[in-house]
């Protein structure tokens, strides 16, 4: 979901041949983005302006949101997060943790996760990041915070396949049985209050 809530990007087709589209608000039709095919994943840059996304071979791209050429910025990609500070955190398929700026550049080393990093999910202040992980041989999904004061890892939601931050202060979740539940969450603290609240069935 854009920034401003403007549009939606998303992954549609029958691969090997799908690639994102975009909806704007107001709009009946999605319309194709050039340049994305096999694209997943997508992810927007704290403007707007931008659509991060990871191409089927593990490649980690942007483009435009409103057309232009795609960059590549690294590979070995499962799964990403573009930050406030314009670094986007990425996860290897070998449970490896790094960063990259978005304009392009030299990757670094975060850390080794416990957990393979199934999807990563912006906190505000790029202090921190929501991780859906597993531990082998991955049965279930959990919901976890990183931090990178610490470099410690989290769990908040035992159950939470994938998560997102409400700035209102709420932590959105899809446990494994479906739904999607809201749940208080202090995210400069990684502390959670209160039950889960069922909000879509």
Known sequence: IAPDGSSIVFNDGTPPSSQLHR?????????????????????????????????????????????????????????????????????????????????????????????????LWPLPRSTSVLVSGCVPPCTRLALYQYDFATDSLRMLVEDGGRGWYAPTGQLLFTPQAGGLFALAFDAARGTTSGGAIPIVE
């Open 23 to 119: 909806k704007r608000r107001g709009e009946y039709a999605a319309t194709p983005m050039p340049g994305t095919e096999t694209g997943l994943s997508p992810f927007f840059s704290p403007d707007g302006r931008w659509v991060g996304f990871i191409t089927r071979e593990g490649m980690l791209r942007k483009v435009p949101i409103d057309g232009g050429g795609v960059v590549t910025l690294t590979d070995g990609v499962q799964s990403a997060a573009w930050l406030d500070d314009d670094q986007i955190v990425y996860a290897t398929h070998n449970r490896i943790l790094r960063r990259v700026p978005a304009q392009g550049g030299a990757s670094s080393l975060i850390d080794t996760l416990p957990v393979f990093a199934h999807g």
